[in-house]
């Protein structure tokens, strides 16, 4: 069995990166982070914490990204839900082990830690990202 320790984010993809973190913080409190961009998708994004998760607002940079693709087939909204994991390699050779479809092949490095993407044709539609997070971050 998969060891997840807590939901830490939820993906929503946008149009417009100030409008939508406007929304969160208006709206609904949240705390806005730091603007990251993040050439190898082509995007940008904000973490807005409410309470125990991150929302990460991800806006396009360019019309071929993938969150470009993905606004253009589903619209804006709901992209994923990440998990935290304490160990990504076993984490990786368990859905291996059990044929569960992935995006990434092998774990990505982001910011000292590292992610990868369970394909969402393996979980009702729902995309997962798996984080082993570096020591140093501060999770929801």
């Known amino acids: 069995m998969m060891k997840l320790k807590k939901i830490t984010e939820i993906g929503v ?24 961009t993040v050439e190898r998708y082509q995007m940008r994004y904000r973490m807005c914490r409410l309470g125990n998760v991150d ?27 990440a998990f935290a994991v304490d160990d990504l390699e076993q984490t990786l050779s368990f859905l291996k082990e059990k044929g569960v479809g992935l995006i990434d092949k092998t774990p990505q490095q982001l910011h000292g830690g590292k992610y990868l993407f369970v394909h969402p044709s393996s979980f009702l539609g729902i995309m997962f990202e798996l984080i082993e997070y570096a020591e140093d971050v501060r999770l929801p």
């Open 55 to 81: 929302f990460e607002l991800m806006e396009p940079l360019r019309d071929e990204g993938v969150i470009a693709k993905f606004i253009e087939g589903k619209g804006e909204g709901f992209h994923h839900i």
């Open 13 to 36: 993809a946008v149009k417009d990166l100030e409008k939508a973190t406007k929304l969160f913080v208006d709206f609904l409190g949240a705390e806005p982070g730091e603007i990251i």
